[in-house]
């Protein structure tokens, strides 16, 4: 079962950071160059601009070229594997919940509580 | 819907799942206890927990193997980190050799389980995950045994809806 791409970690190490989230929330609709993007926080300009390279570094984002302007873009389908793993293990423990209520419904009607 | 919430942290590489069950904290902490019930709900159809060891006093160790439909038989551990009946657990969970020796080739995850009372006979458990690490998280899901659950999946709806309908004809 295929279910993470070899730079994994440097996915999940992207979104370990605050700021870099935001960036990648806002780049969901791809309207804004780094300029723009850089205009949202108080760092400096070469600051988002390091992290914009460290999403892109890790396919988070990529750069677009509209027109004359070039404009940040999330890459969604690298937001889902990223996702993906956590929901394979819920789903393992949603199962786990659904079992042990049937098990507390057995014994419930055993001893007739 | 037993489950009542769930919170994912991909960049904490936590799950928290709370659920509420019509029990008392007491008897849903036998469901953890009891190694004979915990046999019935830890491990998917396909492949079923067996319990060999299991004691849940802080420094105890449990110990079972699963066994899958092609007839492997994983075997896994927990070292019992905290333990305060009927209320909490705290337990790592790892891969065993064919000696029980922990296998850190595999990862393991830490789980924190917590047990209250909501009132009007109603108890919520919360079970919060954490990886160790991202390739830990990727290896272990990457297993056997959740191909088995995958597959599995259908299967357990059915089971279910048959065990329900012993139980409360």
């Keep these: 079962m295929q279910i993470a791409p070899p730079d994994f970690d440097r996915l999940f190490g992207a979104l370990s950071d605050a700021t870099r989230r935001d960036i990648v929330r806002r780049a969901i609709d791809g309207g804004e160059g780094v300029a723009e993007l850089a205009g949202h926080y108080s760092m400096s300009f070469a600051a988002v601009q390091k992290h914009v390279a460290i999403l892109e570094r890790a396919g988070l984002i990529t750069k677009e070229r509209v027109g004359r302007r070039k404009v940040v873009r999330t890459n969604l389908e690298a937001l889902r594997v990223a996702r993906r793993l956590l929901d394979q293990y819920e789903q393992l423990w949603r199962d786990r919940v659904e079992r042990m209520t049937t098990l507390l419904a057995e014994s419930g009607k055993e001893t007739d509580r | ?169």
């Excluded at chain 2, 491990?43 to 060999?52: D, E, L, Q, R």
């Excluded at chain 2, 080739?105 to 009372?117: A, H, Q």
């Design chain 2, 1 to 169: 819907m037993t489950v009542t919430a769930v919170h994912k942290d991909p960049a904490a590489r936590t799950m928290i799942l709370k659920a509420e069950f019509d029990a008392s904290p007491e008897r849903v902490w036998q469901l953890w206890a009891d190694p004979r019930q915990l046999e019935r709900w830890w491990g998917p159809p396909t492949y079923p927990a067996t319990v060999t060891n299991h004691d849940l006093s802080v420094g105890g160790r449990v110990e079972y193997y699963m066994t899958g439909p092609e007839g492997d038989q994983p075997k896994a551990y927990w070292i019992v980190l905290e333990a305060e009946p009927p209320h909490r657990l705290v337990y790592l969970d790892g891969f065993a050799n064919d000696d029980w020796s922990p296998n850190d080739e595999l990862p393991g995850t830490t789980g924190r389980v917590s047990i209250e009372d909501i009132g009007g006979g109603r108890t919520r458990m919360t079970i919060e995950s954490e990886f160790p690490t991202v390739e830990a998280m990727e290896q272990l899901l990457a297993m056997g045994m959740e191909e088995g659950l995958k597959g599995a999946v259908g299967q357990i709806d059915a089971i279910l809806a048959e065990d329900r309908a012993g139980a409360r004809p």
